[in-house]
C-alpha cells in the first residue's frame, strides 16, 4: 500500500512539473561569450546549460553564430520550489 501510495505520488509530481520544466530559451553566441557567461546571463547553472546542449561535445569551445539551448522553468515551479524552502 505504502509503495503504491509513493508510486503514485512520484508520477503525478513528475507529470505536473515535467512540462514546465521543458521550457528553454535560445541563446545566439557572440564574440567574447563563454558558458560561464551565459550561464550568468540567464541565472542558470553551467551543468544545467551544459547537459541542454548535449551536442557541445566541448563546452570549452562555443563560437559565434551557434545556438545555445537556455532551460528555463516557469514562474509557477519557481513559486513552488520557493514555498518548498520557506
Request: no cysteine.
Amino acid at each position: 500500500m505504502k509503495k503504491t501510495l509513493a508510486a503514485i505520488i512520484a508520477a503525478l509530481t513528475i507529470i505536473t512539473i515535467t512540462p514546465n520544466a521543458l521550457a528553454s530559451t535560445v541563446h545566439t553566441v557572440v564574440r567574447g561569450d563563454s558558458m560561464w557567461k551565459i550561464a550568468v546571463k540567464y541565472q542558470v547553472g553551467l551543468s544545467e546549460i551544459i547537459g541542454a546542449n548535449p551536442k557541445i561535445t566541448n563546452p570549452a569551445l562555443i563560437y559565434p553564430g551557434q545556438a545555445i539551448t537556455i532551460p528555463t522553468t516557469d514562474d509557477q515551479a519557481l513559486n513552488y520550489e520557493n514555498e518548498v524552502v520557506r
